[in-house]
């Protein structure tokens, strides 16, 4: 079966400190991946996505970079950690041709 | 660019009660459509899907949709909600590339 992992689950970060996210999915071969930040009475915003390896693209400009190094692992990363930057960050998948997305448990993170 | 909108930030009902979330998109184009559930504490999940077909779709735990190709619209609904409907609701929509653009959710709290 289909499976996606995120972690950490939380992450707590100085101000200027790098960040990494990682993102792996079980079960299938050659997905999509995304990376979301959510954020309370806003829905979801889009901020990378990936049709394959080393393939990314970025939705909106931002402190944030992704990197697919290999099929089913994602990662958001940043060099230098903004207060902004904090949030609820979700990672998914999709591989259907309906484009159903699969999300991931989310990672909390709080720059302070 | 598209955009999916809905109409209640915040909804309070009581057991037993109706439910009806609105829900608009703003793309002219053939369009997938998604309501995506969020219980407390739990993942993002899929609670139904329109692609084709049948404009009433039936979705998992008594909710349905219809799709409204005049209206624009993919309203969720459900006769009589439960104590554990409480959970933020999404709609969601894709034209027939790989991103999906996300409402800015409803949370819907139903009181016992």
């Known amino acids: 079966s289909q499976t996606i992992h995120q972690w950490p689950a939380t992450l707590v970060q100085p101000v200027g400190s790098p960040l990494s996210l990682e993102c792996t999915v079980e079960?299938?071969?050659?997905?999509?991946l995304y990376w979301y930040r959510q954020a309370a009475g806003r829905g979801l915003q889009l901020l990378f996505y990936s049709v394959g390896i080393g393939q990314i693209s970025s939705e909106v400009p931002q402190n944030l970079s992704a990197s697919r190094p290999q099929d089913r692992q994602f990662i958001l990363s940043s060099k230098k950690l903004l207060l902004s930057d904090s949030g609820f960050y979700l990672c998914a998948f999709s591989g259907g041709a309906d484009n159903e997305q699969f999300f991931g448990p989310g990672t909390r993170l709080t720059v302070l | 660019a598209q955009s999916v909108s809905q109409h209640n930030h915040h909804v309070i009902l009581s057991e037993a009660a109706s439910l009806e979330l609105g829900c608009n998109y703003s793309y002219g184009g053939t369009v997938n459509l998604f309501w995506y559930v969020q219980y407390p504490g739990q993942h993002l999940q899929l609670l139904l899907k329109y692609f084709s077909g049948d404009p009433l779709v039936k979705g998992i735990k008594g909710f349905e949709a219809e799709f409204i190709k005049s209206k624009f619209s993919f309203n969720l609904r459900k006769p009589s909600v439960q104590w554990s409907d409480t959970a933020e609701y999404f709609c969601?929509?894709?034209?027939?590339?790989?991103?999906?653009?996300f409402g800015a959710g409803t949370t819907v709290t139903v009181r016992a």
């Open positions: 079960g299938t071969s050659n997905p999509n």
């Open positions: 969601a929509a894709t034209p027939v590339d790989y991103k999906l653009s």
